[in-house]
C-alpha cells in the first residue's frame, strides 16, 4: 500500500471525496448542553444551527491521543507504508497536539503536520497529499506536498457576528472588531494559522462581493480549485459558487457545508471562500 494520509473533521472534505482519496477522518468532538458526540456523526451542521440560535451552550474538544494512535495502527497494520497526519492549526485547536503525542508511539512510521489553516485549507492540502501518494511517492514527498498545499491556499469568510469567535478564544488580533456597529460585516481570513481581520464592510451584501473579489484577486492567471464555505445556508452558498464561477470560469467549484466545531466558533450565517491556486 502508499503512504496513508489522515486528518481530522475540520477539513470539510465534500462529500464522498475522502473516500474516493482513501483518506481517513478523526472526528473532533462537540458538546450541546454537555452531550458529547462527533462532529459530523453525532452532531451535525443542521443541529449545531438549532442550537445556536436557541442559545444553548455548545464547546468543542481534541480527539485524544489514544483515537489517533488507534487510526494509525489500524493502517499500518493494513499494509501502509506509513502515515501522514495532517490537521488544523494548532493556533485554532490541540487536535495537532493529541496527533504528535500519539504519534510517538510509532517512530518515523508517523509524520505529523500543522497545516497552519483549517476547513478546505487543510481540506486542498489533504487532498494534494492523497494524490502524491497514490504515485507511490514516499513520506517526505508526502509531506512536502501537503505543506506547500497548505501555504499556497487562501481561506477568506465573512461572519454575522464575531461573538462566537470572542467566547471560544479562537479571534487574536481580531478582537480588535469588536464594538463595531451592528451593521457592520467583518470580514476575516486565516494567517500563519491564527484568524485575523481583513476588512469591515456595511452590507451582507458588499461583503459577499467582496469574498468574490478577493478569490479573484488569489487566483491570479492560473488554474485553482475554490471551496465555498457555510454553515445551514445552502441558497446563498450556491449564489456565491455562481458569481465566482462566472468570475473565474476555468476553476473548479466545489460547495462544502461547515460542520458543528467550526461551525461553533463562527455561527450561523457564515460564507466562506477557499482559493487553492495549483
Known sequence: MPFAVLTDSTAYLPEGSADRHGVRVVPLLVRVDG??????IDIGPTQLATALRDRRMVTTSRPNPAEFAENYRAMLDAGAEGVLSVHLSRELSGTWESARLAAEEFGAAVRVVDSRTTAMGLGFAVLRAAEVAATGAGGEAVEAAAVEAA?????????ETLEYLRRGGRIGAAAA??????????????V??????????????????RLVDLAVDAAGESSVRIAVHHLADPDRAADLADRLS??????????SELGAVIGAHTGPGVLGVVVDPR
Open 35 to 40: 452531550r458529547e458526540g462527533r462532529d459530523g
Open 151 to 159: 501555504a499556497a491556499t487562501r481561506c477568506f469568510f465573512v461572519v
Open 177 to 190: 472588531l469588536l464594538g463595531t456597529a451592528l451593521a457592520v460585516k467583518p470580514i476575516l481570513h486565516v
Open 192 to 209: 500563519d494559522g491564527q484568524i485575523v481581520p481583513l476588512e469591515k464592510v456595511r452590507t451582507t451584501s458588499r461583503a459577499v462581493g
Open 246 to 255: 462566472a468570475r473565474l470560469p476555468a476553476a473548479t467549484c466545489v460547495i
